[in-house]
């Protein structure tokens, strides 16, 4: 699987699939990009699908800190990288719902729909 640069870390992801659009899958707290391996095959008919490890998770870069706001940076650095502007679907898992909660509030335009919930 492929390695980018994105926000100053070296981040682990797998963009696969087809279709117009794409959703973003995001691992809960202690998982990778491996943890929706199950769900892949269901999206990738309509959607490209970005999976990836956050920061300090799976294969990407460790770190001795993190925040949530690092990590939300990290999702629009990583979308930025790959050159995807057009709003995208996201999912998240426990920690990964939590986290797309806090990219869509803070990057609005950026996210056509989110799917799931976070905890609150």
Request: glycine letters at 12%; a negative charge; proline letters at 3%.
């Amino acid at each position: 699987m492929p390695w980018i640069e994105a926000n100053g870390a070296s981040l682990r992801y797998e963009l696969s699939g087809s279709g117009k659009d794409v959703v973003v899958l995001v691992h809960e707290a202690g998982g990778c990009l491996e943890s929706y391996e199950d769900a892949v095959p269901g999206f990738e008919k309509d959607f490209r699908v970005l999976r990836y490890d956050q920061r300090g998770f799976g294969f990407s870069e460790k770190v001795k800190e993190l925040t949530f706001d690092m990590v939300v940076a990290d999702l629009a650095g990583l979308l930025d990288a790959l050159k995807i502007t057009d709003p995208v679907y996201l999912a998240g898992c426990a920690m990964g719902g939590d986290f797309s909660v806090g990219f869509a509030l803070k990057h609005p335009s950026r996210v056509k729909k989110q799917i799931g919930r976070a905890h609150v």
